[in-house]
């Protein structure tokens, strides 16, 4: 398996505190079957300031660390990104990180209780330069909750949409896990990861619980596309692909108005 976001760099953020704590993470993720994982710390959130320059240093340092250790886990590099102004031009500049500084996917994230004003002009404006924007975990945003159907213009317009583990093995509740089942069979999720933060609790081990019950639900194929497939497709740079629904999205009302504002229009890829 390959974890497409997770809070190890020890020290950058309200993740791994110390490097004790982030080879703790490192050995439970390798037990747990992760072979790859991102290394996702939080920028631009109004607490956390993690530019490329800063990851890449904690990056090779917690390497080192790994091989020193004997952790049989490759770390690469990422970051969790708020969705701000600033963030199209910081991405292209390198300043924010994408998905293994390739700068093909970047993972964005929400407010819990907020979309932010104009997300749908930067998210385009990603899209507009290329940039594949990943929304992290928004079965946890209760305005997309509340409203589904914009999430489902995201997704049409090409966002991708990545579920917390947890979520989907019902850790974070009945209703978030109804939810990200919903989604799941609608089609709209691509990837699936551990958002962890500990070696216990929000640990890189809750994506093999996630991946068992999401095998329940939709089989072997789709539980492996989410964890293994896409994961790798986005360390290459590639096209994510998508889960085939099983659910009539029809229920999901589109209201057709993110375009009508903007200046220019999405190109062609």
Partial sequence: MIDCHCHILPGIDDGAHTFETALD??????????????????????????????????????RERLAGAGVPLRIHPGAELHLVPE???????????????????ALVELPKAAVPMGAETILEQLLYR???????HPERNLVLVRNPERLAEWVARGCKVQLTAQSCSGDF??????????????GWVHLIASDAHRPTG??????????AVVTEWLGDQAASLLVCDNP???LDGADLLALA??????????????LGFLPWRRRAR
């Fill in 25 to 62: 993470m490192a050995r439970a993720a390798a037990a747990a079957g992760i072979q790859d994982l991102v290394c996702t710390p939080h920028h631009l959130n109004g607490v956390y300031s993690n530019p490329g320059s800063v990851v890449r240093h904690a990056l090779q340092d917690l």
């Fill in 87 to 105: 963030l199209p031009s910081q991405v292209l500049d390198g300043t924010a990180l994408t998905y293994n500084d390739l700068g093909k996917a």
């Fill in 130 to 136: 290329g940039i594949t924007p990943v929304i992290a």
């Fill in 173 to 186: 509740g009945e209703r978030i896990q109804h939810i990200s089942r919903h989604w799941l069979e609608l």
């Fill in 202 to 211: 929000r640990s890189p081990t809750t994506l093999a619980a996630g991946r």
């Fill in 232 to 234: 790798r497709r986005l």
């Fill in 245 to 258: 629904p099983h659910a009539n999205p029809r229920r999901i009302r589109m209201r057709g108005r993110w």
